[in-house]
């Protein structure tokens, strides 16, 4: 795995744990490892050994191809009627697409 796949997990990792409202410590608690360990994987210094990836994949109701980067979410449209939306609010809102598209794909794989 080079840099910038070892970088995208990490993103998306972070970007899983967001979008289920826990920090890094509780994510440490869930897994039984320090935060340190979560901060490391998200910053795309560490790769997490494959069964803690699947344990991250499960906590998250997502697959580890997405994780991995194997796998994107599929493009979601949305429309809003003319709402002044912040520019953080619109980065929430793309991160919130990404978090149903995964969780979409994990259900379509538990049932292959």
Not at 51 to 78: C, Q, W
Request: with cysteine; proline share 3%.
């Amino acid at each position: 795995m080079n840099e910038n796949d070892k970088k995208r997990m990490g993103e998306r990792i972070r970007l899983c744990r967001n979008n289920l409202g826990i920090s890094q410590e509780k994510l440490a608690d869930l897994l039984g490892m320090r935060r340190t360990n979560i901060a490391n994987y998200e910053a795309g210094r560490v790769v997490p050994p494959g069964n803690v990836l699947l344990e991250m994949a499960k906590t998250f109701e997502t697959s580890t191809d997405y994780l991995l980067g194997r796998i994107e979410p599929e493009t979601i449209a949305a429309h809003h009627d003319g709402e002044n939306w912040t520019e953080e609010e619109l980065q929430e809102i793309e991160e919130f697409k990404q978090f149903i598209a995964m969780r979409r794909e994990a259900r379509k794989n538990k049932g292959n």
